[in-house]
Structure formats: C-alpha cells, structure tokens
C-alpha cells in the first residue's frame, strides 16, 4: 500500500489500507457485492505486513474465525454486505458476550433479503439489534474514501479499547466512489491495543471487572494467562454460571456500562454552522454529503440552516444530540432507508420545540441536496 | 506404556473445584476427555500452548473443565473459530471438541471446509448418536430406526459415516473408537495431535440417561458391553462381507496421508512476499 502518499482510491480501498494501519493482521470474508474489493485488496497486501487473508466458507465461519485469531491476540476484522451481515449476527452475539474484539465492516446494500446491489443506509438498526440480547455495540459511518480510510482506524482502535465488536457502516456509494486522498505514513497512525494483564497468570480472571464499566484486561491464548472464552452467561473466569439472578444482571450491566459510561470519549459528532442555527439537519455517511451541500445552500437563501453529523451512529448519544438541537424549530433527517434514524431524533427531541422531518430514499438513488433544501425550506414563507 | 494414576492427572489437567461436571452418570464423555488427557500427558505437552475449543452441545461443556487456554463458542463454529486461533499462532496446538450434531448438521460446513483445507487441528468428535442437551432429538449420526424426539416413529433418514465423510472432505487423519477402548481412544488422539494436518477421531459413546434409556439399551455398563461387541478392527473387517459388516463398526485408524498443511503454505507464501519486497 502506498502510505504517505496523495493518490487515487476507492473507498474499499481505503477501507483495506484503514485496516492494515490499524494493525489488523486477520482478515476473513465470504464474497458478495459491493463489498468484495476489501477482500481482495487484502489478500494481496497482508502477507507482506506478515498478516493473513482467508476466504471462508460462510460468513458465520469467517466472523467465527476473526475472533478466535482475536482471543490469540491479532488484530482481525472482516468485511460483507446486509445478507452476509444477517448471517453473522451469531458471531456478533459471541463478540459482545464474550468481549472479543472485532470490526465488522458492512457496505451496505438494499435489502431485505438479498434486495439489490445498490446503496442504501438500510443496515442501521440491524447494527444495533441485529444478534439476540441486550448488547453493546458500537457503529461508524464515512462520509468520504479518506474517511474510509480513518473510522476503520478508529473502528480497530474503539474495539480494543472497549472489547466489543465495531460496525463500519459503510456503503455501495462511498464503497464504490473514487476520490483523492493522501493517506498517513504507517508511523504517524495512533494505535491501540486492548488492556493486557499484568498480574501473575494464577491471579487472572478473564471477565473480572472491579466497576461495571471496567474493561478486563484480556490475555492472549499461548501466554499462560487462562481463562474461557465464554459465549454464555459466566463467572469471572468464564466458567458458566446460569442461573443465578444478581450475577447474570452484572454481567449485562457490565457489557452495557462499558459504552454507555463513556459515551463522551466513544461519540463523534461533527456540527457545522449550527450556533444560530434554527434548522438542524441530522444526517450520517454519505447522506451527509448531500445534506452539508443543502445547508449551504440554505444559507445562501437567508436560511439559518445547520448540520448535525452523525460520525458515530451507535451508540446513540440521545441527551447531547438533544442539547445540539436546542430551540431549532425544524430538524430534517435524510436517510436512504424508510426513516431508521428519525425515531431516535425523535426521541432525542421528545421535550423541545422542533418539528422532525424525514426525507427519504429507497430506491437505490442517492438523497439529493435540492431534496433536502426542499423539506428545510418547506412550509416556510 | 504405564498408566499414570488419574489424581495425578486430574491435578494437572482438570479444575477440581468445578466439578461435579455436568454429565449425567453413566455418560462416556468424560471417559474419552480422560483419554484425551492421558494423550495429552503421553506426548508431554506444555498446558499453556494447547487451545481447546468448543461449541454448544454435552460435549462442549469439556472446555470449561480443562486447565488449557479454552474457547467455548458458537454451535457448529467450531472448525471455524479453531482455523482462527490456529492461522494467528501456529504454534498452539489446537483441539476442537465436536459432538455429532454440533460438528456435523449446524457445523457441517465449517466441518468439511477445515478438513479440506487440510489445517492443523485435531478433531475429536464425541459420537452420542443424539441431542442430549435438548433432551434426545435425532441428529446426523443418529441410526436408522432409532428412537428419537423428534423421531417418535423411528429416525427415517439416513445417517452420516463420520469416518468417510471426513476422508472424502480431506481430512489426512481419520480414526475411529469406542469409549469402551480407552487405550484405543488415547493411542488414536495421540497419533492425531502428532500428525501434521487436520485429523479426526471419532469415538462412538453411550448416552445412558437419553438415547440409551429411550432405545432401551441399559445402563452405561450394558452399552459399553454392546460397543465392544459391535467393534470390529481393520484387519477383521477385511475378512468380512459386507453383509456380515452391517450394524458393526471398523474402529482403529482408518485412514492417514500426506498434504500441504494450511498454516505452513501460508508461512512460505508471507516468507515468499516478504523476500520479494526486499
């Protein structure tokens, strides 16, 4: 890959250079449009970083086999499209119980079902409540090939840090589309790695955590740390414990207070021209494209129109996107779904003032600038 | 080889304070974990570079008992989440600790696909004949005519050769046993651990509180009898026709070849890359 250096991508591609500066040295996937090319970037440029790309049988083996090479202590990630998504949402159950880390990148296609090829931001709520249980999860959506590039970084980095898996919630559009970026010299890439323990291997317990929140430090397989890697409801060493109502609730609140005591470090929220803002609009991936064009263009036409990005979808920080809003009479959400996303700005605006309002695509087409200008500006004199 | 006394080896290999485990008495899966482990000691091991892994079923609950890096993870992944730990350090040894329906109906593909591969893992594939955990419904391995839940008239399908269908996937060791032979059971699990590539060893077990009490076949001592009768070895079933081998089983090692083992091609192909690029 050629780091450092100003170039031509696609946003897959930067997806796979994203995933080989965040040290991700695994990789296993199963073949499907649009999100293929990872893959095949990968395959090719792995090895030399001494990494390993392997095509899987499935997507349940190939999410399955991403953490067992995570729980050995390597960075793994993989990558599909909503009917291969659908069928790793046991593995991601797996993550999030067992506190494996993982990237799950989804360029998203139409659904249900196989649907088309075509973009869509569909995947969201199944993002979030795809797999079975309370769980945690945390998702990011790009907006541009260099920001392909950044969030699967911060992706591999948030799910060390927090031991959850991490969507990157792509899409054929942003997937697909060709732009110019320069990427980072490897060495300039800030990493992170999971908490390692430190203590002597018999003082060592895999899920033991002093406060709710607490990330337990994980040991790789091979190092004389051991402990089970429990896919179900376990005591701090892994060792199952059904049954048992106060350590079952622990548990749940352990795996939930680790993101949602820390949202303020987990969520990024990007907002441009919102400090007299009356109109907000809230949009994420490449939607937001279209959106930051309609707000310009809202200002050029008088209006005090503002945009509200959503950089980090889940977890969704309802209390700061409420704040955000303020006394904004209108909130527009764009989305290239039926309208995933406006009922949690609904909620995050259930005590204010502002009306919300969807614009919405489902046709494979990309929502465009004018028809978000046409619903900030609708009604008004 | 001498015997070593079990205390000593449940010191080393098993987490006294969990038990008692939770198999019902009578049950052959702790008979053939006691022969995984005495190969295991027989091959003199390092405890921290053995990963057993698991999914869900009877079988799968062995991971939480042994003192080795242990990965109990989803039905059927097994194979799956194995060839991850195996690719990411090829220097662990690597068990997967399957049951009939977990390796074979919910895990039949990630099954085959490791076996074709021809990576360096070591299936012990724990044969009940049934769904224990859920009460008794048929699986793959499950005879023809035998009671079942979900079989209440007879199982009318046909069931899976374990043994052939591991050969015919790629498997490079394939062996068969009976709880009954634990002798058997620990030379066949040595031999495949020693052997560089994806190896299987089935062993045939009694269920005694779910398919033995349903097919009415006794208690644990009656149906160990019954493997023993039933089990014939290589060289005698040669001699045998096929109609003289019907409702009896070849046990032994059945099957062994060479092949390129997946983590060293991948080794050499990132030693090739590497070269290249300086």
Redesign the interface.
Known sequence: MNFGQRQLMMGNEACAAGAIAAGVRYFAAYPITPATEIGEVLSRELPAYGGKFIQMEDEMGALGSCLGASAAGVKAMTASSGPGITLMQENVGLAAMAEIPVVIVNVQRAGPGTGTIDQTQADVMQARWGTNGDHPVIALAPSSVKECFDLTVRAVNLSERYRVPVYLLSDAQVGHMREVVTLPRLEDVRLVDRPRPTCRPDEYHGYEFRTPDEVPPMADFGTGYHYIVQYSVHDRDGFPNPGKPAELAALLQHLDAKLSWHLDAIVDLEELLLDDADIVVVAYGTTARAARDAVVMARARGRRAGLLRLVTVWPFDTARVGRIIGDARRVVVPEMNLGQIHGEVVKATKDRRAQVLKVNRVDGCAVTPQEILDTIERGLG | MSVKPLSRLLDTYVYAE?TPTTWCPGCGIGIVLQSMIRAIDDLGLDT??I?V?SG?GCAA?A??YL???????????V???????????P??TVLCLLGDGDGLAIGG??F??AARRNIDLTAILFNNFTYGRTGGQFSPTTPHGAWAQTAPFGMMERNFDVCELSRAAGATYVARSIAYNGNLTTRLIRNAIKHKGFSVVEVLLQCTEIYGRYNKQGDGAAMLTWQREHAVTPGKAAGLSPEQLEGRFVIGELHRSEAPEFCEE?DR??AR??GK?R
């Open positions: 969990r921290n570079r990963a892994v869900v609950h991971t939480s003192k080795f890096d242990a990965f109990h993870g989803l039905h059927g992944r194979p799956a989440h194995a060839t991850g730990i195996k690719l990411a350090k220097e662990l593909n990630q085959i696909h991948y192909l990132i890359v590497q690029a």
